[in-house]
């Protein structure tokens, strides 16, 4: 069973459309994160979720909603589609909080924006 | 704030040494090191977080400097299987008290036969 799974894998989509992308953990975490990864590679944290209650919003536009319905999902829903949000959406996890704790990684969602 | 990386790559032959450089302005929490390989995700290596704290796995190993601010990735006798990008992250604790893992821009380490 895969720890931390994201679907779809690959998106391929035209500017102004909107697109989901789905999370779930099966790790029993409390914690879970979106985080974009650019074309240049940098990797950086767009929202948190502890236990369905948002705790991180990285100044992230608000065409980006993320919703957890339970503490084992969390998705990302895009609206209007723009083509600086090409790039590869990770989703992570993590036990505790507070203490710091090793994030367990998806294998990633490559959104195209054509 | 964003820690800071160096060198931003590195070309190894098999067998020989590298260590990858993360430093702050500020004192940290905790250090985190992840490896990714090209078209996968980032996989966690170890975390830091004592200062003068050093931290290994076979032949890689971390340490972090008694102020905190700087931290060093030391990959020795390197193998094919060490090839890819690597991340140091730095936490920040927010008013609520959650974490929030700040990456640096990554240490791209190609290892050649």
């Known amino acids: 069973d895969t720890a931390v799974s994201q679907t779809p894998k690959y998106l391929v989509t035209q500017m102004g459309n909107d697109k989901s992308i789905k999370c779930e953990q099966n790790?029993?975490?409390?914690?879970m994160y979106w985080y974009k990864q650019d074309s240049k590679k940098f990797l950086k944290i767009m929202f948190s979720?502890?236990?369905?209650?948002?705790?991180i919003n990285e100044t992230v536009p608000n065409r980006f909603s993320p919703k957890s319905p339970d503490k084992a999902h969390l998705n990302l829903h895009i609206n209007s589609l723009e083509l600086g949000d090409s790039a590869v959406y990770f989703c992570a996890s993590s036990h505790k909080l507070v203490v710091p704790g090793e994030l367990f990684f998806g294998e990633g969602s490559r959104l195209t924006v054509l | 704030q964003q820690p800071v990386q160096s060198p931003q790559a590195v070309i190894l032959r098999e067998g020989e040494d590298a260590v990858i450089n993360c430093s702050s302005s500020?004192?940290?929490?905790?250090v985190h090191w992840y490896r990714q390989k090209h078209g996968e995700a980032p996989v966690f290596l170890m975390i830091?977080?004592?200062?003068?704290e050093q931290k290994g796995h076979e032949k890689i190993s971390a340490s972090f400097n008694e102020k905190k601010q700087q931290s060093s990735l030391y990959l020795t006798a390197s193998q094919l299987s060490y090839s890819g990008t690597y991340f140091c992250g730095t936490d920040r604790l927010t008013q609520g008290g959650s974490e929030k893992l700040v990456f640096g821009k990554g240490t791209k380490l190609t290892v050649n036969p």
């Open positions: 500020k004192a940290l929490y905790s």
């Open positions: 790790l029993g975490h409390d914690t």
């Open positions: 979720y502890n236990n369905k209650e948002l705790i």
């Open positions: 830091l977080l004592k200062g003068g």
